[in-house]
């Protein structure tokens, strides 16, 4: 019985864009590093030089998996943080300049709230729309880049989505920054160790990763930037991270993160093809068992392997999530940032669909070790709940 099954007591957990479990070969990493990593980095000592080496190693290792430059990385408390200090540090870097912001519609609330902040501070933000797919308007984005290109602008967007799993077309959209002169952020917290994500290939100026989405320690994450993107510091303390991120750091944290995100990468290819074929059947079991079963995001040019959101017409949300967790099949509504919350996904507004209330919204997302009889299992879980509560 592989680990994580046994952690949900015999259950099935596709919760895996929420947070991938520890990997074993993280625990084993990080415990062998006890005794080494847990000193202060920043200390003179003997101890201090070899925490420092080993916070060094694993942010060359993290590095090299998005094919940058170790000097470029800076470690944050997660990947919130990490698009805070992108969006909050570009505008402050440009206090009384005017600055500008365009997000998607679609984006993270890390990036959303950070944006509204930075109104509240006299930045210009604007909301780019998507289509029913929640794939961004890129006309609509050369409109508004091009409507007064002489102000420093920021774009955020998005690698992958978070809660429908749709692929960004990130290339082209740098490539309709670049002729307006405006940086880009791109938040690829989903994306990182599931797609081919390189800083040489689409260069973009600030890109935002983190260890728990591929099984990794939680709270911590990491911000690259280009040596010539200003920012200015969100938080204040001592010259650690370059002073972006100052404090000391979390030095085993960071060896766990380099583990992961190498496994995540030397076994990407793998994954992906057995993850694109389990969402497939997925989806097909949840149609054969139920009518008017629709897809988010279907159509896009791109979706992330791992990930199925559906929705489920004349069925109770909070009841037909209930009825799995009783049966130990862990899903989720959509983002766990907004578990709890009574309000619609502004993801799902985003892309026109209803929030009349008369449905169950489910996202699934598989891990290294979900299997073809976890898939099947949970399918028909969801079938014989739903039909059981209508």
């Given amino acids: 019985m592989n680990r994580q099954l046994q952690n949900a007591r015999d259950g099935v957990y596709l919760d895996h864009a929420a947070t991938s479990p520890l990997r074993p070969e993280v625990w084993k990493a990080m415990e062998a590093a006890l005794g080494d990593a847990d000193y202060n980095p920043a200390s003179n000592h003997a101890a201090g030089r070899r925490a420092q080496a080993m916070l060094e190693k694993s942010r060359q290792a993290i590095a090299r998996c998005i094919e940058a430059d170790r000097t470029d990385l800076c470690f944050t408390s997660g990947g919130t943080q990490a698009n805070n200090l992108a969006v909050l540090g570009f505008v402050r870097a440009r206090t009384g300049r005017s600055p500008r912001v365009f997000v998607s519609a679609v984006e993270h609330m890390a990036v959303l709230n950070a944006a509204g902040c930075a109104a509240r501070e006299g930045a210009e933000v604007r909301e780019v729309p998507v289509d029913e797919t929640g794939t961004i308007d890129l006309a609509a984005l050369e409109d508004g880049l091009a409507s007064d290109p002489k102000r420093p602008t920021l774009v955020s967007l998005m690698w992958a989505n978070n809660e429908i799993g749709t692929v960004q077309p990130v290339a082209q959209a740098l490539e309709v920054a670049r002729r307006h002169g405006a940086v880009v952020h791109t938040d690829a917290v989903q994306a990182f160790g599931k797609l081919g994500l390189s800083v040489r290939d689409i260069p973009v100026d600030m890109l935002t990763i983190t260890a728990h989405k591929v099984g990794g320690p939680v709270g911590i994450g990491a911000l690259f930037r280009r040596p ?7 938080t204040f303390g001592g010259s650690q991270e370059r002073s972006l991120w100052p404090g000391t750091q979390n030095v085993l944290s960071a060896i766990g993160f380099a583990k992961a995100a190498q496994l995540a990468t030397d ?38 392997p791992n990930l199925l959101s559906v929705s489920i017409p004349n069925a109770d949300q909070a009841a037909v999530l209930l009825g799995l967790d009783l049966e130990r099949v862990a899903v989720s509504a959509g983002s766990a940032c907004s578990s709890g919350s009574n309000t619609p996904s502004h993801v799902l507004e985003a892309i026109g669909e209803p929030a009349d209330g008369d449905q169950a919204i489910l996202r699934f997302s598989f891990g290294p070790e979900t299997t073809t009889d976890c898939v099947d299992r949970a399918a028909d879980v969801v079938v014989r709940t739903v039909q059981r509560l209508q």
């Fill in 267 to 304: 076994q990407r290819t793998e994954h992906v093809r057995t993850w694109a074929g389990l969402r497939e059947r997925l989806a097909e079991r949840l149609r054969d068992g139920m009518a008017g079963v629709r897809v988010h995001g279907e159509g896009a040019s791109e979706r992330m």
């Fill in 228 to 234: 010539d993107t200003e920012l200015e510091p969100i």
